[in-house]
Nanobody, 122 residues
Framework: QVQLVESGGGLVQAGGSLRLSCAASGSIFSINAMGWYRQAPGKQREWVAAFTSGGRTNYADFVKGRFTIARDNAKNSVYLQMNSLKPEDTAVYYC????????????????WGQGTQVTVSS
């Protein structure tokens, strides 16, 4: 099995910054993409950013220019640097690992972290 453990959430004032980290551990041969989602109270979970196995980064429009995703393949880790935070960024942020292969020929499964709370005060 694979576990994703997030850290770095907290309370910050509007305009401030936070850096989220996520480390995957367990039986891992390869991971396709790693990324972040978030879920605000009363809302559906939404995609925030992704870092593909090919090195491409993608961002939701509402975070472009403010958030930066990074990945360390050697550590099976992904990071999210969040700058210029707004109160509407308040949510539980979830790490996601796409198509985690346990063997070279395996299909791969998706995994989620437990979530880390980010609260931005106005």
């Amino acid at each position: 099995q694979v576990q994703l453990v997030e850290s770095g959430g907290g309370l910050v004032q509007a305009g401030g910054s936070l850096r989220l980290s996520c480390a995957a551990s367990g039986s891992i041969f390869s991971i396709n993409a790693m990324g972040w989602y978030r879920q605000a109270p009363g809302k559906q979970r939404e995609w925030v950013a992704a870092f593909t196995s090919g090195g491409r980064t993608n961002y939701a429009d509402f975070v472009k220019g403010r958030f930066t995703i990074a990945r360390d393949n050697a550590k099976n880790s992904v990071y999210l640097q969040m700058n210029s935070l707004k109160p509407e960024d308040t949510a539980v942020y979830y790490c996601h690992a796409d198509k985690v292969r346990h063997t070279p020929t395996g299909y791969g499964n998706d995994y989620w972290g437990q979530g880390t709370q980010v609260t931005v005060s106005s």
